[in-house]
């Protein structure tokens, strides 16, 4: 990624890589002043490398259209501040804080992100719907657990918190496994 990027004529300055993801690149990045209301923010950039478990259709409408089904069901996640289609570029509220995975990492999870979690959950399946509940998509700031990817689908049974998620928010085989492949 270069040194800075236009986002609809907007400059933002890369600051470090915060992750990669099935999507896309996420970029801690900082706002020419007076061009945001934030001065850091995230800018994902969408890219187009093969994901052998996962299919995509166009991951920009994917991504606005996911922001929105879980704006309607509540759940705690950072602001879209901008998109740039043509880029294939989003800007998010940039939420600052470790992520559960890092939490787990240090054996330092307080219980109020599990607690957190389940309310996510009771939601979410009312709504029939699934997030991606990897670890790394959960940032605890100021005590509120905020889902930091937009990635929703229908509900799938086997692919809830309690079927899948929960293997990774502890160190479970599953997690360590994890850990020593990355």
């Avoid at 089904?69 to 759940?75: A, D, N, P």
């Avoid at 479970?172 to 990355?182: G, L, P, Q």
Wanted: charged letters at 25%; a negative charge.
């Amino acid at each position: 990624m270069e040194d800075s990027v236009l986002v609809n004529g907007r400059k933002y300055t890369i600051l470090k890589l915060l992750g990669k993801g099935k999507g896309g690149y996420s970029y801690l990045a900082q706002a020419e002043p007076g061009q945001s209301e934030q001065e850091y923010v995230v800018v994902k950039q969408i890219h187009h490398e093969p994901c052998s478990y996962y299919q995509f259709g166009n991951k920009m409408a994917a991504e606005i259209n996911d922001y929105k089904r879980l704006q309607s069901i509540g759940i705690s996640m950072p602001r879209m501040l901008d998109t740039d289609m043509e880029k294939e570029r989003i800007v998010k509220e940039y939420i600052e804080g470790d992520t559960v995975y890092q939490l787990v990492l240090k054996d330092n999870l307080p219980q109020t992100c599990l607690d957190q979690v389940r309310e996510m959950c009771r939601l979410l399946y009312e709504a029939k719907t699934n997030i991606d509940y990897f670890p790394t998509n959960f940032i605890l700031q100021n005590g509120i657990l905020y889902y930091v990817d937009y990635e929703c689908n229908d509900y799938m049974e086997e692919w809830n918190f309690e079927n899948w998620g929960i293997k990774y928010w502890s160190k479970t085989a599953e997690f360590m496994k994890y850990v020593e492949e990355h």
